[in-house]
């Protein structure tokens, strides 16, 4: 009987849940979702500062996408308090913008004395389908070197700075959690993203051990790459210089690119306008990669987002021939 084939992704944000929502519904595969926790912003950056614990508001969108199914739980895990709601429990200042599964993961945490527990637990709950693994314990702080030389301290400042990003780094040491180490040491294919380079991807892979472990596995590198830049971080960036920024953080090489080539419409790109947010196009005709190019996307009247199951059937094929 063959076995599983073990599969880590790494990344944070809407994105790597995207990834995972496709990931779930494809069989025999063993998954890891490692995550960052280097968010200072929101109701995130707000618990971690009130209780000096991990930024968790990644981790909870990824066990949600990962779920087995859309239960009550999983939707009491994404409930955000308004302002009129929070008003109404006499609790404006303390409730509002506060999502409820951030404050049940910050309360696991302090009853347990274990983010892990925490983690581990609600995962049970949910009937989570793979492990999801924080890339380190700490609290961290991520800094960015920008090109005129600027340092820009924390990670929800980073996208404001407008000025173009060299590397982002940690103020102190920071060591991986074994747990994130042993799933990339084991892994047959290792994917990045979908999301933000320098604030959601790169903060995992520039911990030593994350990157030492990269660099000595044997398998596939993939990159699933973002249809749209982002302004503050990949303003005027191509579908390269977002694997260069990778590679360049990981010190490691990409052996599978996948791209959406869909056509997105034109109804749809001018909301981008304003944001300052374009298309990212394939610049060079020749890579050191395997590119693979396909329809991933799917558009609503404002956003343009990849499409979960199209997402399982590229990585579904892609595993085929892996195995």
């Given at each position: 009987?063959?076995?599983?084939?073990?599969?880590?992704?790494?990344?944070?944000?809407?994105?790597?849940?995207?990834?995972?929502?496709?990931?779930?519904?494809?069989?025999?595969?063993?998954?890891?979702?490692?995550?960052?926790?280097?968010?200072?912003?929101?109701?995130?950056?707000?618990?971690?500062?009130?209780?000096?614990?991990?930024?968790?508001?990644?981790?909870?969108?990824?066990?949600?996408?990962?779920?087995?199914?859309?239960?009550?739980?999983?939707?009491?895990?994404?409930?955000?308090?308004?302002?009129?709601?929070?008003?109404?429990?006499?609790?404006?200042?303390?409730?509002?913008?506060?999502?409820?599964?951030?404050?049940?993961?910050t309360a696991l945490t302090k009853k347990t004395g274990s983010f892990?527990?925490?983690?581990?637990?609600?995962?049970?709950?949910?009937?989570?389908?793979?492990?999801?693994?924080?890339?380190?314990?700490?609290?961290?702080?991520?800094?960015?070197?920008?090109?005129?030389?600027?340092?820009?301290?924390?990670?929800?400042?980073?996208?404001?700075?407008?000025?173009?990003?060299?590397?982002?780094?940690?103020?102190?040491?920071?060591?991986?959690?074994?747990?994130?180490?042993?799933?990339?040491?084991?892994?047959?294919?290792?994917?990045?993203?979908?999301?933000?380079?320098?604030?959601?991807?790169?903060?995992?892979?520039?911990?030593?051990?994350?990157?030492?472990?990269?660099?000595?596995?044997?398998?596939?590198?993939?990159?699933?790459?973002?249809?749209?830049?982002?302004?503050?971080?990949?303003?005027?960036?191509?579908?390269?210089?977002?694997?260069?920024?990778?590679?360049?953080?990981?010190?490691?090489?990409?052996?599978?690119?996948?791209?959406?080539?869909?056509?997105?419409?034109?109804?749809?790109?001018?909301?981008?306008?304003?944001?300052?947010?374009?298309?990212?196009?394939?610049?060079?005709?020749?890579?050191?990669?395997?590119?693979?190019?396909?329809?991933?996307?799917?558009?609503?009247?404002?956003?343009?987002?990849?499409?979960?199951?199209?997402?399982?059937?590229?990585?579904?094929?892609?595993?085929?021939?892996?195995?």
């Amino acid at each position: 009987m063959e076995r599983n084939l073990k599969v880590v992704v790494i990344g944070g944000g809407t994105g790597q849940s995207t990834i995972l929502r496709g990931l779930k519904q494809i069989e025999n595969v063993d998954i890891t979702a490692i995550v960052t926790v280097a968010d200072d912003g929101g109701s995130t950056g707000r618990l971690r500062r009130a209780y000096h614990i991990p930024a968790m508001g990644d981790i909870r969108s990824v066990m949600i996408a990962l779920a087995e199914s859309e239960s009550l739980m999983s939707i009491l895990m994404s409930y955000r308090f308004e302002k009129d709601e929070a008003a109404e429990l006499g609790a404006e200042n303390e409730l509002v913008g506060h999502n409820l599964g951030n404050i049940i993961l910050t309360a696991l945490t302090k009853k347990t004395g274990s983010f892990m527990d925490a983690v581990t637990t609600i995962s049970k709950v949910l009937n989570v389908k793979g492990d999801i693994v924080p890339s380190t314990h700490q609290v961290v702080r991520l800094l960015a070197r920008m090109e005129d030389g600027t340092i820009v301290k924390g990670e929800s400042n980073i996208p404001t700075s407008r000025h173009r990003i060299l590397e982002v780094f940690y103020d102190v040491p920071v060591k991986a959690t074994k747990e994130a180490v042993n799933a990339i040491e084991q892994a047959d294919v290792i994917i990045f993203g979908i999301g933000s380079i320098y604030t959601s991807i790169c903060p995992n892979v520039i911990i030593p051990e994350i990157r030492k472990a990269l660099q000595n596995n044997k398998g596939q590198k993939v990159y699933v790459a973002n249809a749209m830049s982002q302004p503050g971080e990949t303003e005027g960036y191509g579908l390269e210089d977002h694997v260069q920024a990778i590679e360049q953080h990981a010190q490691v090489k990409m052996d599978v690119v996948i791209y959406a080539n869909d056509i997105i419409p034109t109804s749809v790109l001018v909301r981008y306008v304003d944001r300052e947010a374009f298309p990212v196009q394939i610049k060079a005709k020749e890579h050191d990669y395997k590119l693979i190019k396909k329809k991933l996307l799917k558009f609503d009247t404002e956003r343009v987002r990849h499409d979960p199951n199209k997402i399982r059937d590229v990585l579904e094929e892609l595993f085929r021939k892996v195995r």
